[in-house]
Nanobody
């Protein structure tokens, strides 16, 4: 049984930094690309960042490029999202996801339960 568990969300002020973690179990972690997505109230789920199984390739949404960093430690079965210079428009529920394929579409096979990030102005 595959489980993805996000942690690290919270309430911060604009300009602050926050780090999210995604602990995976029940899968051969190194064989899966990991993606981070977010969903704000009344909006569709949108792509944030993705990383290949070996961590060598990453990609980001334009809205977070230069501010967010995705990474992973395969020995710990954990993926991370470091968020700097946060803006109120970054407020959303953040989800981590896993799939054999490295992609930006929200069609990943496995999903976590999400963690709330709220950025106050």
């Amino acid at each position: 049984q595959v489980q993805l568990v996000e942690s690290g969300g919270g309430l911060v002020q604009a300009g602050d930094s926050l780090g999210l973690s995604c602990a995976a179990s029940g899968l051969s972690f190194e064989n899966y690309a990991m993606g981070w997505f977010r969903q704000a109230p009344g909006k569709e789920r949108e792509f944030v960042a993705a990383i290949t199984g070996n961590g060598r390739i990453t990609t980001y949404a334009d809205s977070v490029k230069g501010r967010f960093t995705i990474s992973r430690v395969n020995d710990k079965n954990t993926a991370y999202l470091r968020m700097n210079s946060l803006k109120p428009e970054d407020t959303a529920v953040y989800y981590c996801s896993a799939d054999f394929n490295f992609k930006i579409s929200p069609t990943y096979t496995y999903w976590g339960q999400g963690t709330q990030v709220t950025v106050s102005s």
